[in-house]
């Protein structure tokens, strides 16, 4: 979900600056609200449980595109499927680009050896060369953000009207060396609750999520579980109207940047140099674990790998840490 939310903010930047470009996106159609409002971006959403599943299917997949009178591909995900579909488009005599991932400097970056603990290109601008690569300069300086989605009654029915600051807290990821330890979130969940003026907003997806969510509620008034409660296109809409995000690094964050919030990240295992910092947030917005306590870290580009004695990493974030962070980028609502 991540990588795909990365791409938007360059696709918005490249029909703003190349106005007589059309675009297609080819993706999972759940991707699809991403992209909606984006001028001369159409999405073509890939049917990978039947029509396009398999290596038969990516061949229909390649026999419906080419219906569409593509000039130029960007692979912007430079995985297997999409390695084949660009493949046949060279064949075919069209330009095509891919993403270079940079997979050897993230290597030496998480190595537990001969670690070199240097920032690597952000994934955004690896795009950005992507395009270049095709013809087209991408400026990423001056990001444009799309306007604040208009909240539905049924959004309003969950979340109020809005009249205080609203903070986003999305805890969970794909890999738990990338989770907040819970008992320290609910310090701080309780901490910024304190704040009336502030209403907080619990993100996730599951039903054991959302079981943990309504412990992390914990009878706050002004702390609400939306988790299961709306679609994700809703989600989306009070994302859009959020004044921060207190995200791990995950898709949540990514997402929010997109849409031109404020996000607050906290990194485990993981680090902001592997290119993945959220676009346009300064790095102070990215409080990291401890590498004089742990100086292996950052020890995974995902997350998904362990190194023993490293579970507790986050636990050097401290609470208070994360609620000034938060506190300090919001305005006092009592003085308007």
Same mark, same amino acid.
């Given at each position: 979900?991540?990588?795909?939310?990365?791409?938007?903010?360059?696709?918005?930047?490249?029909?703003?600056?190349?106005?007589?470009?059309?675009?297609?996106?080819?993706?999972?159609?759940?991707?699809?609200?991403?992209?909606?409002?984006?001028?001369?971006?159409?999405?073509?959403?890939?049917?990978?449980?039947?029509?396009?599943?398999?290596?038969?299917?990516?061949l229909r997949l390649f026999s419906d595109l080419r219906k569409l009178n593509i000039d130029v591909v960007a692979d912007l995900h430079n995985v297997?499927?999409?390695?084949?579909?660009?493949?046949?488009?060279?064949?075919?005599?069209?330009?095509?680009?891919?993403?270079?991932?940079?997979?050897?400097?993230?290597?030496?970056?998480?190595?537990?050896?001969?670690?070199?603990?240097?920032?690597?290109?952000?994934?955004?601008?690896?795009?950005?060369?992507?395009?270049?690569?095709?013809?087209?300069?991408?400026?990423?300086?001056?990001?444009?953000f799309p306007e604040k989605a208009t909240l539905s009654q049924e959004i309003i029915s969950i979340t109020g009207t809005k009249n205080q600051n609203?903070?986003?807290?999305?805890?969970?990821?794909?890999?738990?060396?990338?989770?907040?330890?819970?008992?320290?979130?609910?310090?701080?969940?309780?901490?910024?609750?304190?704040?009336?003026?502030?209403?907080?907003?619990?993100?996730?997806?599951?039903?054991?999520?959302?079981?943990?969510?309504?412990?992390?509620?914990?009878?706050?008034?002004?702390?609400?579980?939306?988790?299961?409660?709306?679609?994700?296109?809703?989600?989306?809409?009070?994302?859009?109207?959020?004044?921060?995000?207190?995200?791990?690094?995950?898709?949540?964050?990514?997402?929010?940047?997109?849409?031109?919030?404020?996000?607050?990240?906290?990194?485990?295992? #993981?680090? !902001?140099?592997?290119?993945?910092?959220?676009?346009?947030?300064?790095?102070?917005?990215?409080?990291?674990?401890?590498? #004089?306590?742990?100086?292996?870290?950052?020890?995974?580009?995902?997350?998904?790998?362990?190194?023993?004695?490293?579970?507790?990493?986050?636990?050097?974030?401290? !609470?208070?840490?994360?609620?000034?962070?938060?506190?300090?980028?919001?305005?006092?609502?009592?003085?308007?």
């Amino acid at each position: 979900m991540g990588d795909v939310a990365m791409t938007v903010p360059v696709l918005r930047a490249l029909v703003l600056q190349y106005p007589e470009v059309k675009i297609t996106v080819v993706s999972r159609p759940f991707f699809q609200p991403f992209f909606d409002g984006i001028p001369n971006v159409n999405f073509y959403g890939v049917d990978l449980k039947e029509r396009h599943k398999g290596f038969l299917g990516l061949l229909r997949l390649f026999s419906d595109l080419r219906k569409l009178n593509i000039d130029v591909v960007a692979d912007l995900h430079n995985v297997l499927r999409s390695k084949v579909i660009r493949t046949l488009f060279a064949l075919s005599g069209k330009k095509v680009a891919a993403t270079d991932k940079g997979r050897a400097e993230k290597k030496t970056l998480t190595s537990l050896t001969n670690k070199v603990f240097a920032p690597v290109k952000p994934m955004v601008y690896r795009h950005v060369e992507t395009f270049k690569q095709l013809g087209f300069s991408i400026d990423l300086s001056n990001p444009h953000f799309p306007e604040k989605a208009t909240l539905s009654q049924e959004i309003i029915s969950i979340t109020g009207t809005k009249n205080q600051n609203w903070i986003g807290i999305a805890p969970f990821a794909q890999y738990d060396s990338k989770v907040y330890p819970l008992d320290l979130m609910q310090e701080v969940i309780d901490g910024l609750a304190e704040n009336k003026n502030q209403k907080i907003f619990l993100f996730g997806g599951g039903e054991k999520e959302i079981q943990l969510l309504n412990q992390l509620q914990d009878q706050h008034d002004n702390v609400i579980v939306l988790a299961g409660k709306l679609k994700f296109k809703q989600e989306l809409d009070v994302i859009s109207n959020l004044d921060i995000m207190l995200s791990m690094d995950s898709g949540n964050a990514h997402i929010a940047a997109m849409l031109g919030v404020k996000v607050i990240t906290l990194w485990g295992a #993981t680090h !902001p140099y592997a290119g993945f910092k959220p676009f346009n947030q300064p790095d102070d917005f990215c409080l990291t674990s401890d590498r #004089t306590q742990y100086p292996l870290l950052p020890t995974s580009i995902y997350g998904n790998k362990k190194v023993e004695g490293y579970k507790d990493v986050m636990r050097t974030i401290l !609470p208070k840490k994360v609620v000034f962070s938060i506190q300090s980028q919001l305005t006092d609502t009592t003085e308007h």
